[in-house]
């Protein structure tokens, strides 16, 4: 069966610092691979997806990156954290290409800008 | 430009109601719809798929409809439970021809009371 991690769960982290958020999936192959962040109040803000090793796609202008050093490995980074960039981060798959569009989620990381 | 909207954005109700959630959608072309349920500071897990083609889908005591020809699908919960309670979204591709990115409801907030 397929699983989906994430990590760090939790990250408080100053204005300024640098950031990278792991997401790996298990028991697939050439995943769809999604970055989304969910603010409070605020609806689910698709930031980043990937059809495959480093394409990426950016929906969002931002102060944020996403690459795909591997097939089912998918980082976020910063180089230099906002306080907008506050929320909660969630990771997500679905089926590569032909397969199916339903969309699994990881745990999530609520990360904190201070 | 697709837009999805859940009515109501809370709901409170007693256990052992039947309830029904409700999710509209702007463009009626849709290629499938998806129901997910949020628990606080959780990932999202996925409930149902519904495709386009498709009227009704039921998963125990969950029961989604489809009506693409009013741009609606609502969200039956039988016999409802505390463990019911959580944020529920409903999500659409944003068009036919690009069936891999959602668009998002911001969601109902549902408390089962005991």
């Known amino acids: 069966s397929q699983t989906i991690h994430q990590w760090p769960a939790t990250l408080v982290q100053p204005v300024g610092s640098p950031l990278s958020l792991e997401c790996t999936v298990e028991g697939t192959s050439n995943p769809n691979l999604y970055w989304y962040r969910q603010a409070a109040g605020r609806g689910l803000q698709l930031l980043f997806y990937?059809?495959?090793?480093?394409?990426i796609s950016s929906e969002v202008p931002q102060n944020l990156s996403a690459s795909r050093p591997q097939d089912r490995q998918f980082i976020l980074s910063s180089k230099k954290l906002l306080l907008s960039d506050s929320g909660f981060y969630l990771c997500a798959w679905s089926e590569g290409t032909s397969g199916s569009n339903e969309q699994f989620f990881g745990p999530g990381t609520r990360l904190t800008v201070l | 430009k697709q837009e999805v909207t859940q009515i109501p954005a809370a709901l409170s109700v007693p256990e052992g109601e039947n309830l029904v959630l409700n999710c509209s959608f702007t463009?009626?072309?849709?290629?499938?719809l998806q129901w997910f349920r949020q628990d606080p500071g959780k990932g999202l897990t996925s409930l149902l798929l519904?495709?386009?083609s498709q009227r009704e889908q039921t998963s125990g005591r969950l029961n989604a409809s489809l009506d693409k020809s009013s741009g609606r699908s609502t969200l039956y919960i039988a016999a409802s439970q505390p463990g019911d309670s959580a944020t529920y979204l409903c999500a659409v591709p944003p068009n036919a021809g690009n069936n891999r990115k959602l668009i998002w409801g911001l969601g109902t907030s549902l408390a089962v009371n005991p």
């Open positions: 519904i495709q386009s």
């Open positions: 990937s059809v495959g090793i480093g394409q």
């Open positions: 463009d009626s072309a849709i290629y499938n």
